[in-house]
């Protein structure tokens, strides 16, 4: 029994320890009454002297109006429904009224042997992170801003070279043109893809939506990994006729990018094998290929805006780390899904679905 106190002990200091080194802030919740305890860091988070009593209602006194019900919807579902309590959130400090970013996260302890019912959990300062992505942000849309107008005016130059060579029956230069026409293009789709990040933090990036056959869409696919890729094999498999009601434009991005990211990230000479299949209410797309593979731990935040596979293959690859994010947010937009399958030691399969026109409610 002494030696089971002592283990126990000695886990409570470890544990204290790493909260510590963490500068995690705890908190407890009363599932039914909303009474709240408050660890010393967390007054310090909302700006309360650590005599005071800061009660559940001051702590959502001092979260940022536009916030403040999305925080209490979560703490409620999280009661209700038992389920996961995980969110970022501004708060202002009562104090000095300085403005913090905070993520909370928490669940659910059910009543036990006369135990109430309590969400517990912790609260980090994330304002540095925040701070961090915000100048990203503003870098990322005053270079996109200045890049721009040169495009436009390039795209315009091309297109009046191409009629005159087109009026002069000039077919090898009007070849050419349309290549270059067509990468102008895709530079204009990059830069709107920068200032689409943005409008994808809040869910708002546009969509045209017309009906369209995905078998045309890959073949054009296919057609400019022709024109534009020669390091690699890129087999394209045959695409029986699939109706969707999607944005013809953003999902040739999104295969775009990820044919993109299967090049970059794959050895010179190698395959790279793309399909389009329905499946069930949905059309199906695969890109395979022959690359380093991606870990499980990459796999969870490959998604995330601004994340990169940080490993020796990688040093040299260069990117901003938005590409695979506005890939899943054009597919979440869609009602889809996105993601990556890979024993993270030698290739991968990047795929995505989308609703096919029939199966649409």
Known sequence: MILANAKLADSEEMKDLAIEQAQLGLWYIDANTREMISSPRLKDFFGYPHSANMTFEAAMAQVRDDYRQLVLDEVNLAIQNHQPYNIEYPIISFMDKRVRWVKAMGKLNPED???????????????????????????????????????????GYVQLLERMLTASNNTAGVKILQRAANQTRKMNLMVDGFLNTKRAETGKIPLDLTTFDMAELMKEAEEESIAIISTHQVIFAPVEYTEVHADR????QVISNLLTNAVKYSPIGS??????????LFARVMIKDEGMGVTLFDQEKLFSRFHRIERKETENIKGFGIG?????????????????????????????TLPLKHGLG
């Open 324 to 352: 695979l994010y506005l890939c899943a947010e054009i597919i979440r937009r869609h009602h889809g899904e996105i993601g990556v399958k890979s024993d993270g030691i030698k290739g991968s399969v990047f795929h995505f």
């Open 271 to 280: 395959t790279i094998n793309v399909a389009c299949v329905q499946d069930g």
């Open 113 to 155: 042997k006369g135990r109430k019912s309590y969400l517990s959990g912790t609260v980090m300062d994330i304002t540095e992170q925040k701070e961090d992505e915000q100048r990203k942000n503003d870098f990322i849309s005053m270079v996109s801003h200045e890049l721009k107008t040169p495009l436009t005016s390039m795209a």
């Open 249 to 252: 434009e953003k999902l040739g």
